[in-house]
């Protein structure tokens, strides 16, 4: 009895088995991107970049103050960070077909913000730049998706619920401290997550959205400075200087930071979602658009857990790649407005940003937990788990990475079966 292949099976396992993880093809025509964009997707979309321009945002303009850097110099680090990656995130998220969404790393703009005490701006670029190179030669490898898969999945989804859990927490601070805006967005959520029906008139997530700003504009809380008449960007093209105390200091840290934390979040939180991420290809184009970031004084590109996190949270599987899209789109044009978007996102009260981004990572929270306690490897996810909340750092390295080090010796050690069984 003979058999036939099905050519597209066949060639969806070739995609998955090449060192480099190819698109499918044909690409998703125009009438295809507009037939599969819906009000969830642009919902989405539209709230990833939000979070991405404020919380995230603050640690950058907090990080290039305490290096003493110019208004000049952080705006043109806000402009690389949204214009280049939103060309990157559209590009990828349409190519794929899946939300692959790339901003930059906030443990290694935080590990930035540290080492500027004592290190020059041009300085810390020869760093970007050298990690940016190395990043590429580890993806050209193409031994990055195997590493990756030889970690425990629970194992990883602890980190990202270690990661996760200050979302949640933010969202019950913002309740407390600030009732007026965070109340009603609250039940905007609840309200239209109840029903079906209610989800398909509006998403929760653009419910809560509309009731933040409707009790900001009615208890007067939107203040908008006006002094600054600056809205559109202008980048500077930044010269690094390489030192060896610049290169020792932050090369491998940054490099862990987007490799194996800020890129395995991403991977974990869409497989989660039933996406299978290229790793290879992320890698490579991660150290890419690092060196081209770096030009314009903008730190490491990696592919962002939370976000991701945010495109998948609701809406069907296989039109989650407009999500992706819809956000790559508006983060170019943060880029290019990114003093004004700034303006704007600074004249909002905290609570507001605090429950926009933890009613939209309730989903994730509650899919890493399951993920990480469901099954085997449950003492080392434990131990991964409150090891990234400590928030402990250790040679320059953030607790996400030494979180997950110790939750894989604690199984390898204590729960040995679990691999075999593997």
């Not at 270690?162 to 401290?177: C, I, M």
């Not at 099954?375 to 928030?391: D, E, I, M, Q």
Request: net charge positive; proline share 5%; glycine share 10%.
């Amino acid at each position: 009895m003979t058999t036939t292949e099905d050519p597209t099976r066949s060639e969806d396992v070739h995609a998955r088995t090449a060192r480099f993880e190819r698109p499918p093809w044909p690409p998703a025509g125009p009438r295809r991107l507009i037939g599969d964009l819906g009000g969830t997707s642009v919902a989405n979309g539209l709230i990833g970049l939000i979070f991405s321009a404020t919380g995230p945002v603050a640690v950058i303009l907090a990080a290039g103050s305490a290096g003493g850097l110019s208004p000049a110099q952080m705006a043109s680090w806000i402009f690389g960070v949204f214009f280049l990656n939103g060309i990157l995130t559209a590009l990828a998220s349409w190519l794929y077909r899946q939300p692959l969404a790339f901003f930059w790393t906030i443990p290694g703009t935080i590990i930035v913000g540290g080492s500027l005490t004592h290190l020059s701006w041009p300085e810390v670029l020869g760093a970007f730049v050298v990690s940016g190179l190395l990043i590429v030669a580890l993806g050209l490898t193409g031994r990055v998706r195997q590493v990756m898969a030889m970690l425990p999945m629970p194992i990883v989804m602890a980190m990202v619920a270690g990661v996760f859990l200050k979302f949640g927490t933010d969202l019950v601070r913002a309740v407390g401290t600030d009732a007026v805006v965070a109340v009603p967005m609250v039940v905007a959520f609840v309200v239209l997550g109840s029903r079906a029906a209610f989800g398909r008139w509006m998403p929760p997530i653009l419910g809560a959205l509309l009731a933040g700003a409707a009790a900001i504009a009615v208890t007067g809380r939107f203040r908008l400075d006006g002094a600054n008449a600056h809205w559109i960007a202008a980048p500077m093209i930044q010269a690094p200087q390489f030192t060896w105390q610049a290169i020792t200091e932050l090369v491998i840290p940054l490099t862990i930071t987007v490799i194996v934390v800020q890129n395995g979040q991403g991977t974990a939180v869409l497989k989660s979602a039933g996406h299978a991420a290229p790793m290879n290809v992320a890698t490579v184009a991660c150290g890419i658009w690092s060196l081209a970031a770096s030009a314009v004084g903008a730190v490491s590109t990696c592919l962002t857990g939370p976000t991701n996190a945010l495109l998948v949270a609701s809406g069907q599987r296989t039109r989650h790649y407009t999500a992706g899209v819809v956000c790559g789109l508006l983060a170019m044009v943060v880029g290019l407005f990114a003093p004004l978007f700034v303006q704007l996102m600074l004249a909002t009260p905290v609570a507001f940003v605090a429950t926009l981004g933890g009613v939209a990572m309730l989903r994730a929270l509650q899919g890493s937990f399951v993920a990480a306690f469901s099954s085997r490897y449950t003492l080392g996810a434990l131990v991964t788990f409150l090891v990234t909340v400590s928030n402990v750092q250790f040679l320059n390295i953030g607790a996400a990475f030494w979180g997950l080090l110790a939750g894989l010796l604690v199984s390898r050690v204590m729960e040995s079966g679990d691999f075999r069984k593997d």
